[in-house]
């Protein structure tokens, strides 16, 4: 017949397409009866599964895509990490990563040989289960956006730790069970986790250097590239003896410096894995449990209550001791404990292993398919909860630096990308105001096709850049492009300007007839760039500081550009100041909650400014901290920077920033200057 239908589906469009309505309708549903909707992913797996209406058989195809998924939520767990936090809470994630092992371990083992008298290979086996966990309610973390938060660091160093000290011993015992247990095996075992990591750590940063230096322009290469990392990890990971989601979590600790969150790339990673992968892998959880289990008699729910209740007790003990010694928040412990609690694809490997050794019973298999439900449905429940919690304070907590607009003129609509970049890298991601890109159409008679025009190249430009969302176009029609740029600053109320710089400069000028026209008639903060290649690409900043810069108006909101900018981007920071500089700049530095550890070294002789060239490297971004003149910092030899940055550094990507100053200080008079030299507090 045309229309014959066969359950389960064997059809891969149908079973395709049931999938994609699943992963559709579920969280949409299950969120308006306010539950998560990962939950709803979840039961929607039940449902449809082979344990369920048996419309879809959890074949090959499912397996793949969930597996898929699963890496996925590692990589995104490495990938988002905030590496400064990440270095800091090393010791707590270690700490953390023993303790939510050996309690849950202990616990189990007690349980399993005492109180449900297994052998002690079986016991030692099912207590490594309720050890480890899978990060399954990181998707919510994700979005409510507190993946930096420490209490996320800390889980996700931790569930690395756990699973490693699980993979041990399950080859322990595997091997106890084949009678081929030695010394040997544990050397092994060692030598190939420090050739994972260092080849990873070590070779993947360099390798995507390389190529998104090479490619910049091959934007959808660049995502297959991030892909083909993920998935060689993990199969190298394999093939060396374990967990895949090992190799996939250090893809994302290696890749994390090069693919800032704010960038076009990172909004792709997420979207393709946070709309089908994950949500993949969810449903095909779903889809192992076996409802039947319920009415297979006593002894299976007796098992199974007694195993979700000790597999949370012992999860809860773990955060509540890592809560007490390193004085987190009871929302913090309940986000730990909550991240922590659902045991899932690991979970039914460790049983399946023991299952096929004849190592566990029936039993303990049926309770641990319940053990995955119930706890991947508490663990939602709690990380939501508490998470939620967590995004309010901080959300409470946040000041922005002001109502942040930032004006971005743009000249050259194919070299948009880098600048963009740059936008996003210092904007303030909490700030609801949009990125005004600006093109200034010089009135010559022929407006109308060149605005049009105009119009349909910006918008095809802006596209694939990293201003694709956030952003409001502005066009000016102007006797020229300075002007364009002044008037756009006054109408637009804006606090900051990003422009580009190609490295030439003409006799009498600095960085041009734009830029230098812009610098003496706006007292907004000025960034002018000459960016050589990706910004993603870049391993330190490097920012000089002229004296006295410290006493300028505009001085907290560079400090927070550059803080920001540093955070955004992953990378190192080095100041060339005077003491008092770095005092205050420290000074604004520690008052945030997330601190940059920032290098210094006392400079303040510019009449050696080139001697700063024999440090910098190849993938530094040298910044240069400028000032207006008729102001406190401001120095003669300033003049000759725009000269030397042209000459001297065009190997290197610069910029030259004007802090924002108030009018009034902008026109002190020459009395109050001499005054300060005459002091000993000024020096040109």
Aim: glycine residues 6%; contains cysteine; proline residues 4%.
């Amino acid at each position: 017949m045309i229309f014959a239908v066969t359950i389960p589906l064997d059809e891969p469009v149908m079973v395709f397409a049931v999938v994609l309505l699943v992963i559709l309708l579920g969280p949409l549903l299950f969120t308006r009866l306010k539950i998560p909707g990962i939950v709803g992913l979840i039961l929607a797996g039940v449902l449809i599964g082979p344990h369920g209406l048996n419309i879809i058989e959890r074949d090959s195809s499912i397996i793949l895509f969930g597996r898929i998924g699963l890496l996925y939520i590692l990589f995104l767990a490495g990938l988002e990490i905030d590496l400064h936090d990440f270095k800091k809470n090393k010791n707590k994630g270690l700490t953390f990563g023993i303790l939510t092992f050996l309690l849950p371990f202990t616990l189990g083992f007690l349980t399993s040989y005492y109180l449900l008298h297994y052998s002690i290979n079986a016991s030692i086996l099912l207590a490594s289960m309720f050890s480890t966990h899978t990060p399954i309610a990181y998707p919510i973390i994700s979005k409510l956006g507190i993946t930096q938060n420490r209490a996320v660091t800390v889980t996700i160093g931790g569930t690395i730790i756990t699973d490693a000290l699980v993979l041990i011993i399950l080859a322990v015992i595997t091997n106890v069970v084949s009678y081929e247990l030695n010394a040997l095996i544990f050397i092994k075992l060692f030598a190939s986790l420090g050739f994972l990591v260092f080849a990873i750590l070590w070779g993947v940063p360099r390798l995507a250097r390389y190529f998104f230096k090479n490619l910049e322009t091959e934007a959808y290469s660049h995502y297959i590239f991030v892909l083909s990392v993920v998935f060689v990890s993990g199969s190298l990971a394999h093939l060396i003896g374990v967990e895949p989601i090992i190799g996939a979590f250090l893809a994302g600790l290696a890749l994390n410096q090069l693919i800032p969150n704010t960038s076009t790339l990172m909004n792709r990673i997420d979207f393709v894995g946070n709309s089908l992968f994950i949500p993949f892998f969810l449903v095909s959880v779903g889809m192992l449990v076996d409802v039947g289990v319920l009415f297979k008699g006593p002894e299976s729910l007796i098992i199974a209550l007694i195993i979700i209740v000790i597999a949370f007790i012992g999860k809860w003990l773990a955060a509540f001791i890592t809560q007490k010694v390193f004085r987190f928040t009871r929302t913090e412990r309940n986000l730990i404990w909550g991240m922590s609690s659902a045991h899932a694809a690991a979970t039914i490997a460790v049983v399946l292993i023991g299952f096929n050794l004849k190592i566990l019973d029936e039993n303990i298999l049926n309770a641990t398919v319940l053990l995955i439900l119930i706890s991947c449905i508490g663990s939602s429940f709690i990380s939501e909860k508490a998470g939620r919690k967590i995004a309010a304070e901080e959300a409470n907590n946040f000041t922005s630096r002001q109502k942040e607009r930032i004006l971005v003129p743009i000249a050259n609509l194919q070299n948009v990308d880098r600048i963009a970049d740059l936008t996003m890298l210092i904007k303030d991601q909490l700030s609801t105001e949009p990125i005004y890109p600006l093109y200034v159409v010089k009135d010559d008679g022929t407006i109308d096709e060149k605005m049009a025009e105009y119009q349909k190249k910006m918008e095809l430009a802006l596209k694939n850049s990293a201003l694709e969302t956030d952003k409001e176009p502005v066009f000016r029609i102007d006797v020229n492009v300075a002007e364009g740029v002044l008037r756009a600053v006054k109408e637009l109320q804006i606090t900051e300007i990003i422009m580009g710089w190609n490295g030439e400069i003409s006799s009498g000028q600095r960085f041009g007839p734009v830029c230098d026209r812009v610098i003496a008639n706006t007292t907004t903060q000025l960034l002018i760039c000459r960016l050589i290649q990706p910004l993603h690409t870049i391993a330190r900043v490097v920012v000089v500081v002229p004296k006295f810069a410290e006493q300028e108006s505009g001085f907290p909101e560079w400090v927070a550009t550059i803080l920001q900018l540093v955070r955004n981007a992953g990378t190192t920071l080095r100041l060339y100041c005077t003491p008092e500089t770095f005092r205050k700049f420290n000074y604004y530095n520690t008052t945030k909650e997330k601190a940059i550890d920032a290098d210094y070294i006392p400079f303040q002789n510019w009449d050696n400014f080139l001697t700063l060239l024999s440090d910098l490297e190849e993938n530094d971004l040298f910044m240069v901290v400028m000032a207006r003149q008729n102001t406190l910092s401001y120095l003669k030899n300033m003049e000759r920077v725009p000269r030397d940055l042209s000459r001297n550094f065009r190997h290197i990507s610069s910029m030259v920033l004007f802090p924002q100053q108030i009018p009034e200080q902008v026109n002190l008079t020459s009395n109050r200057i001499k005054n300060q030299k005459n002091k000993g507090r000024y020096s040109i």
